[in-house]
C-alpha cells in the first residue's frame, strides 16, 4: 500500500506560480508512475501531468504545457508540480496519484493511489 500527501496549495494572484508537492510512503516511489489531477469546481477530475518511474518521462495535457512541470526526486519520494504564469482557470483541487508500473499513465481509472488534494486558488 502506498500513501501519498499533497501539500503546497493556497492562494495566489494570476501571473504568479506555485509548488506542488506529493510525498509517497509505504513503498519505492521510483517503481511507482505519478500523476497531477485537478478538479475545478462544479467540474470532473482531470488529467494535468504524468510522470514515469524510473526513467522520469513526463507527459502533459494541453492546457499546461509550458507553464506547468512536473518532476521527481526519488530519494525522498517525492513528486512536484512547478506551475508558473497561473490563470484563473487553473483554479481547483490538484491530486496526485499513483500505480505500479514503468511507464507514463494518463488515464485516471488507472491509478490505484490517491491523495487527499490540495486547494490552489488562482485570483484575476
Known amino acids: 500500500q502506498v500513501q501519498l500527501v499533497e501539500s503546497g496549495g493556497g492562494l495566489v494572484q494570476a501571473g504568479g506560480s506555485l509548488r506542488l508537492s506529493c510525498a509517497a510512503s509505504g513503498r519505492s ?3 511507482i508512475a505519478m500523476g497531477w489531477f485537478r478538479q475545478p469546481p462544479g ?3 482531470e488529467f494535468v501531468a504524468a510522470i514515469s518511474g524510473s526513467s522520469g518521462r513526463t507527459y502533459y495535457t494541453d492546457s499546461v504545457k509550458g507553464r506547468f512541470t512536473i518532476s521527481r526526486e526519488n530519494a525522498k519520494n517525492t513528486v512536484y508540480l ?3 504564469s497561473l490563470k484563473p482557470e ?3 483541487v490538484y491530486y ?4 505500479q508500473t514503468l511507464g507514463v499513465v494518463v488515464r485516471r ?3 490505484s493511489y490517491w491523495g ?3 486547494q490552489v486558488t488562482v485570483s484575476s
Open 29 to 31: 516511489s521510483s517503481s
Open 43 to 45: 467540474k470532473e477530475r
Open 82 to 84: 512547478q506551475m508558473n
Open 90 to 92: 487553473d483554479t481547483a
Open 96 to 99: 496526485c496519484a499513483g500505480v
Open 109 to 111: 481509472s488507472e491509478y
Open 116 to 118: 487527499q488534494g490540495t
